[in-house]
């Protein structure tokens, strides 16, 4: 991929700053990533495999962390959010606050170096955040390697991983993460057609660790 500001911190600070700020005014809480189906395809995906509501889930890159509110909502009640972005964090924490979800869990983490109190989790969940570090432009490909070996100490032996994506194929995310992953799943998303060939703009995968 080309190198792009949309893989910088600085533009995700940037742009939740203005979130922010949007949420303080009008109470907005901002952009849903792949939009609220995507939300609905994970949790009903978690729902049909029977995955425990007390199961420890990470959101990757949370954001405004509205997929962990839904998730509270359908009753799942051992949830982290982590964002490299304090923006961010602050507010995914006003959003918490506003829906009344206080046993959500939020901390600003960088996943490509990250504590070791980040570890342990049944399910890990990432919507877009593998894209942006792609898109960075100093080192991606080591920056995605640094990835793949956060995910494998994250996430529990067995552990589900959830990755929804608009800038890989399934292929391409079979071999990213070819290393301590299997395939479990492709999640159906919406299709588009050009030129006489069909295609998915979204690619979503359900892998499970080794």
Not at 63 to 86: F, Q
């Amino acid at each position: 991929f080309s190198p792009s500001v949309l893989g910088t911190r600085e533009h995700w600070d940037a742009a939740y700053e203005r979130e922010l700020q949007t949420f303080q005014d009008i109470g907005d809480t901002g952009e849903i990533w792949f939009g609220e189906e995507s939300m609905v395809r994970i949790i009903r995906w978690l729902e049909r495999h029977k995955v425990p509501l007390d199961s420890s889930v990470l959101d990757i890159g949370t954001g405004n962390g509205v997929l962990l509110v839904e998730l509270a909502k359908s009753g799942y009640t051992n949830l982290t959010g982590i964002d490299y972005s304090p923006s961010a964090i602050q507010l995914s924490e006003k959003v918490r606050e506003k829906e009344g979800m206080s046993n959500i869990k939020l901390k600003v983490e960088d996943f490509l170096a990250p504590s070791a109190e980040l570890s342990g989790f049944d399910v890990c969940i990432d919507k877009g955040t593998f894209d942006a570090i792609s898109l960075d432009p100093s080192d991606a490909v080591g920056k995605r390697k640094l990835y793949v070996g956060s995910l494998c100490r994250v996430l529990k032996p067995e552990g589900f991983f959830l990755i929804t994506s608009c800038n890989w194929t399934k292929e391409e995310l079979l071999n990213e993460f070819r290393e301590g992953f299997e395939i479990l799943e492709e999640l159906p998303t919406p299709k588009f057609c050009f030129g006489g060939r069909i295609g998915n703009s979204v690619t979503a995968l359900v892998f499970q660790r080794k």
